[in-house]
């Protein structure tokens, strides 16, 4: 936000408000341009988690997604507050239509892969981890 604020030389309060807009923003085109694969591209993923060509070490059956950390680095507004990636999951639309609808994004049999932040659900498996 400094960086920012001395770049663009504005108050910290036009950083956050126009971060805020630029955010909503991206929200308001989610459902546009964030989708969910569904058939034979649903296939086609599956198919490259089984058979490797997702660039896993080992080859996973019945996957049709994977969730983990995020591609673009979004830095809290505090220094020491976070968002934690299961709590985002959580938040998101994506969350709410497999509660509301689960055969539709995750069909019986398949799962989605996260990493061991998130808790195991019926469609989301995860590593062991140490204690377990």
Request: hydrophobic share 40%.
């Amino acid at each position: 936000m400094w960086v920012l604020e001395q770049a663009l030389g504005i108050s910290k309060g036009s950083v956050c408000y126009f971060t805020d807009q630029f955010l909503e923003a991206l929200l308001d085109l989610e459902w546009k341009r964030i989708m969910w694969s569904q058939g034979e591209k649903l296939a086609t993923i599956t198919q490259g988690f089984e058979y490797g060509i997702s660039g896993l070490e080992h080859n996973l059956p019945n996957v049709v997604g994977a969730m983990d950390g995020s591609h673009i680095p979004i830095y809290p507004l505090y220094k020491n507050g976070s968002v934690h990636d299961a709590r985002v999951f959580y938040r998101s639309s994506l969350y709410y239509e497999i509660l509301q609808n689960p055969e539709q994004w995750v069909p019986g049999g398949t799962y989605i892969i996260a990493d061991s932040a998130y808790p195991l659900r019926t469609y989301l498996i995860k590593p062991f981890s140490d204690d377990e």
